[in-house]
């Protein structure tokens, strides 16, 4: 059938979708349904014949069906011939003609061809143009009994003859009405008729009395007139308020219409400008992420330029000793060269006077003495210059490292410019009253610490976000108090006297900044969880202490993707 072999599907009690990309057969399987229940091709609106839904390259096309119904479920079959374009039908395995198996469809209330209970998606124009009046009809064929219908049907055709009745009850009325009228004027003719022979005084009251009666019936019939007049006005009512509200509803939606199209205008006119706005913001965003990557990045060579600075410092201390013991051993050769000198003198003088004396066999042990002092003495030069390369080396080594420290420490300078800069744009006030603390310090008694954005020096950058995430803005661009009283007298300053919009904190009294977590965090490791927040960063202490007391950041741990996918059993 149509794009499938072979396929079974299994409804449940309650919602049932069918879920897939375009061309996996999502359709087919509607269109199975709708023909298996008897249902004509024109209800899909895919094709005129039922045997185009046959597969291609098969003869025959198979669906079965199985309803639920009390006692026993019920099977309907139909075997779809391509050859002869027909279609055989089956009833718990027996044949049976179409006619029963509309009937068995059509007393379980399954109706294929309303489209308020099944809406191909081929004919969800149709269903879009149904009046109101069509939909109700189709939602009380859809989902009341089979009565409802019957009756509603009932109800309009007996408003129809109440209508007809009621305009035939006014046209007795009038013809009544007419016919009373000349009664009332035959009687008085006869009348006057049987009254001819009496007395001539009764005419001129007979005729004074006709005349009252042709003004009262001429009053009765501009009454009825105006009856009527005011009948059909009454009726005119209705449709006069509508026309004028449909005008007014013309006029309020060609306005609407007009202020939909100068909307749409001014989007178009705006679109360059919210682009360009969307574009600003993403730059923003993306400049504010290096930002604080470079901010962490800062804090981290900060530190390592401190470390690094400070064994500059002792480098320089053993290069001065160094020097010095350089200078000692510089002495000391230039003592030693002396001493060398004197004693070739001394062999030259020796060999001199060896020469100009007889051949002494005494002197022989001297000479060997001499020699071995003399070779000593080389051994001990040949020491002093390889110390003296060594150290000669590590001076250059020093010097090299010295100098990159150095470069290190003026990009980290530029660094914290960029971002002392970055919150000068952001928080004009935040940074007015930093360059105020950074001058006024003395007037505090404790120690004052600066934003925490400045304080906080992430190890790891990659782990800034749980820190962006856990801490409030607020607190992370908060000056830091170790004393109540400097806190009171830093916001007079700022807020009362210099009218500026900052944040301040007070550190606890009782200092938490080594606070100890409720577990070892070798308990969670097992959860995904690898460090506690507070293990992340390094801080100032009275910034560390503030955040283990408010944040409990000792106590929070930080997990992987193991701990997510453990989130319920976490």
């Avoid at 099944?118 to 109101?132: I, M, T, Y």
């Avoid at 007395?199 to 005349?211: A, C, F, H, V, W």
């Avoid at 950041?553 to 997990?559: L, T």
Wanted: net charge neutral.
């Amino acid at each position: 059938f149509r794009t499938y072999d072979v396929c079974e599907v299994h409804p449940g009690p309650n919602l049932n979708m069918i879920v897939g990309p375009n061309g996996t057969g999502k359709s087919s399987i509607i269109c199975a349904i709708c023909l298996g229940l008897a249902g004509k091709p024109s209800f899909i609106g895919r094709a005129d014949k039922v045997g185009l839904f046959v597969k291609q390259g098969c003869l025959k096309g198979v669906v079965e069906i199985e309803l639920s119904k009390t006692p026993d479920n019920i099977i309907i079959t139909r075997e779809i011939q391509v050859t002869n374009n027909t279609s055989a039908w089956f009833i718990n395995r027996k044949p049976v003609t179409l006619k029963t198996v509309e009937e068995q469809i059509a007393a379980l209330n399954i109706q294929v061809d309303n489209l308020c209970q099944f809406l191909p998606q081929d004919r969800v124009g149709e269903f879009a143009k149904l009046s109101k009046i069509e939909l109700l009809e189709a939602t009380e064929k859809s989902i009341g009994p089979p009565e409802m219908y019957q009756f509603h049907c009932e109800l309009k055709n007996s408003r129809e003859k109440e209508r007809e009745l009621e305009v035939n009850t006014n046209i007795m009325e009038i013809e009544g009405s007419r016919c009373r009228e000349m009664g009332i004027i035959k009687s008085i003719m006869m009348e006057l008729e049987g009254d001819t022979y009496l007395k001539t005084n009764s005419l001129e009251k007979m005729r004074q009395r006709i005349e009252r009666y042709k003004q009262d019936v001429d009053r009765y019939h501009e009454r009825k007139r105006h009856l009527d007049l005011i009948e059909m006005l009454e009726r005119k009512r209705p449709w006069v308020e509508y026309e004028n509200i449909r005008q007014q509803y013309e006029e309020v939606k060609q306005s609407r219409d007009q202020a939909k199209e100068e909307v749409k205008n001014l989007k178009e006119m705006q679109s360059p400008v919210t682009k360009k706005i969307q574009e600003a913001e993403e730059c923003i965003k993306s400049l504010d992420m290096k930002i604080r990557d470079k901010a962490a990045e800062i804090k981290k060579v900060s530190q390592k330029c401190k470390q690094k600075q400070d064994a500059l410092d002792m480098k320089d201390k053993q290069v001065e000793k160094i020097h010095q013991a350089l200078r000692m051993k510089k002495d000391e050769e230039m003592d030693r060269r002396k001493k060398i000198l004197n004693t070739h003198k001394m062999i030259e003088d020796w060999k001199n006077e060896l020469n100009t004396m007889a051949v002494c066999e005494n002197l022989k042990p001297q000479t060997d003495a001499i020699n071995s002092e003399l070779k000593k003495l080389e051994e001990e030069r040949a020491n002093i210059d390889n110390d003296i390369s060594d150290i000669i080396a590590e001076k250059m080594n020093r010097e090299r490292e010295k100098r990159k420290t150095i470069d290190r420490l003026g990009q980290l300078n530029n660094i914290m410019n960029m971002k002392e800069e970055h919150l000068k744009v952001t928080f004009q006030d935040t940074h007015t009253a930093l360059m105020w603390l950074r001058k006024n310090k003395d007037k505090f008694k404790k120690r004052v610490c600066e934003p925490m954005m400045l304080e906080i020096n992430m190890k790891d950058n990659k782990y800034a976000k749980y820190i962006e995430n856990h801490i409030s803005a607020n607190d992370m661009r908060a000056f830091v108090f170790e004393s109540q009283e400097d806190m009171e007298l830093f916001l007079v300053e700022m807020r009362d006297h210099r009218k500026l919009r900052v944040n301040a904190v007070c550190a606890p009294a009782r200092s938490c900044a080594e606070s100890l977590p409720s577990r070892p965090i070798e308990e969670l490791h097992r959860y995904g969880f690898f460090s506690y927040l507070r293990e992340l960063f390094d801080a100032p202490y009275p910034v560390m202490s503030y955040l283990c007391s408010h944040y409990r950041v000792h106590d929070i741990p930080v997990g992987t993707e193991k701990t997510r996918n453990m989130m319920e059993r976490v």
